[in-house]
């Protein structure tokens, strides 16, 4: 059974430095899971921005599917999984907002194109056509020319803290290491799970 360390960040941190030294595209794209006000469960893939004490961050439209169920339940779940290590992390706790200087921030580091992509998307809605959102994207481009493009007032990002982070390793005959790191108000617990 491998070692595992007294708190899970550091050893998140060195398995996703693996990551990027080997998963040839997006080593930060996660599962995140989310439940509607009625519990009925959704998941897409998402980009981890941030990892760090605090909690892993991510962005998004805010009148997303996404981004309204956050709102009616704010607790998630994330699952990183790479296949070529042949290892995953499962990351659970409530979801809080990003505080606005952190999103004005991340969204003015992004591509201009992607911007304004902000702007023309109606995240989750319907589209009668690519040309629709082609219009958009054009319409957006003009309005803002070659200034800035300001963070849209529905596109901000989400902190979830973690309370459950589980790391699950491939090994041979079925017999993989699990390991789950539990916070309580004394810190992190550590316990090893059958496989």
């Known amino acids: 059974m491998s070692a595992a360390p007294p708190a ?10 693996e990551a990027e030294a080997h998963e040839t595209n997006d080593p930060n794209a996660m599962a995140l899971a989310t439940v509607d006000a009625a519990g009925r469960p959704s998941v897409r893939m998402v980009l981890l921005k941030a990892a760090e004490e605090s909690g892993f961050v991510f962005y998004t439209n805010l009148e997303s599917r996404k981004g309204r169920e956050l709102a009616e339940n704010p607790f998630a779940a ?4 790479w296949k070529s290590l042949r290892r995953q992390i499962r990351v659970e706790g409530p979801i809080e907002p990003v505080a606005e200087a952190e999103a004005d921030a991340y969204f003015a580091s992004r591509a201009r194109a992607s911007q304004i992509g902000a702007w023309a998307s109606s995240q989750s809605r319907p589209l009668t056509g690519r040309f629709e959102l082609e219009k958009r994207v054009g319409e957006f481009a003009a309005r803002f020319g070659l200034g800035k493009v300001p963070r849209p007032p529905h596109w901000s990002g989400f902190r979830l803290v973690p309370d459950r982070i589980e ?3 491939d090994r041979p005959f079925r017999l993989h290491d699990r390991f789950v790191y539990i916070r309580d108000e004394r810190g992190w617990k550590l316990e090893h799970l059958y496989p």
């Open 78 to 81: 994330l699952c990183f999984h």
């Open 8 to 17: 899970p960040l550091p050893l998140f941190h060195d398995w996703m430095a």
């Open 167 to 169: 790391f699950w390793h």
